[in-house]
């Protein structure tokens, strides 16, 4: 949808701004020089509203260009600059809630062609603990939003029963390698967050999530458990599921290595969200290649109040602002 989006508004761009060229440089003079010739033959007595008449321009060609300057700004901005996406599931909960608005810098991981997403001017790369959009490895047409953990030559391990992350900067395939990056995690704490079950929706948890305060619970509904996690330089927090079981029978299983353990190849990317519990992410279905890559996010600049396929009920005035 993102890609057909973006297909649509380059060909309406580049239309209309044939039009306007052609106007600018043909139409448009050729009208004037009627205008000119029609005053000299009436001796110059006709007003503007009788010499708007004469050669007066089509009308699908006036509003053509007058939407080019829109749509090229619109162009632009969304395809080198920033661009807004909004928030469907609660993967990247506490961080991303369900109804934000967020700004995506299109530029933080090199200026690409906006159809066909060939990198054109590098200009950086993702760190870890960037918030990152990119295409959905599986279904490049969708647009994912995940954390980044690891980076290429990363070695990855999860415990999915302490629910910690151990990482080899990197260490590639060495087997060998010990030095790890320091990750530590705070005391886990009940969040302010409840989470009620729907059923399963394939990839993403089709489940929805409250903020009430320990205390304040919803019948039926399971309290989430919330720690901050430091990941090298970057802290932000995390949600657990305290009751949920490690499996790791689902987890992406790259060759020669061990059960939830990944070694990032070169141009790929770990990702994780950090609803750890209820995120379809790089344990599931593998890396992130460097093309997927769309931005980095940076700025949530609208929040309402909702569940996903319902209607906001308020404005979380609040949580407009930066993104950690």
Not at 94 to 99: A, K, R, S
Request: aromatic share 12%.
């Amino acid at each position: 949808m993102a890609n057909t989006f973006a297909l649509i508004l380059a060909i309406a761009t580049l239309v209309t701004g044939i039009i306007w060229c052609v106007d600018k440089v043909k139409l448009a003079p050729a009208r004037r020089a009627r205008r000119e010739q029609a005053q000299i033959q009436a001796g110059g007595k006709l007003d503007n509203a009788e010499l708007s008449k004469v050669a007066k321009q089509s009308g699908w060609i006036e509003t053509a260009v007058s939407v080019f300057p829109v749509l090229f700004v619109v162009f632009f901005v969304r395809s080198f600059i920033v661009e807004p996406f909004q928030i469907p599931s609660g993967s990247m909960m506490p961080t991303l809630l369900v109804g934000d608005f967020i700004l995506v810098n299109k530029f933080a991981y090199g200026i690409k062609d906006p159809i066909t997403h060939t990198t054109l001017i590098e200009t950086g790369h993702p760190k870890r603990g960037d918030v990152v959009v990119f295409r959905f490895p599986k279904n490049p047409n969708e647009d994912y939003i995940k954390r980044a953990i690891g980076l290429p030559g990363d070695r990855i391990t999860y415990d999915p029963l302490a629910k910690t992350l151990t990482v080899f900067p990197g260490c590639g395939d060495n087997n060998t390698c010990q030095k790890t990056l320091p990750i530590t995690y705070s005391d886990v704490q009940p969040s302010n967050f409840v989470e009620t079950f729907g059923g399963s929706d394939g990839d993403e948890t089709s489940s929805n999530f409250y903020q009430r305060p320990p205390g304040d619970n919803i019948p039926g509904a399971l309290r989430l458990a919330e720690r901050s996690e430091t990941l090298g330089n970057v802290t932000h927090h995390i949600l657990l599921i305290p009751e949920a079981q490690g499996q790791t029978s689902g987890y992406y299983h790259q060759p020669g290595e061990p059960e939830a353990t990944w070694v990032v190849p070169k141009g790929m990317y770990f990702m994780m969200g950090d609803n750890r519990d209820n995120s379809y992410d790089s344990r599931y279905w593998g890396f992130v290649p460097e093309k997927n890559l769309v931005g980095k996010a940076f700025a949530i600049w609208m929040s309402f109040e909702k569940q996903p396929g319902e209607w906001p009920t308020g404005i979380r005035f609040s949580r407009i602002g930066g993104l950690h």
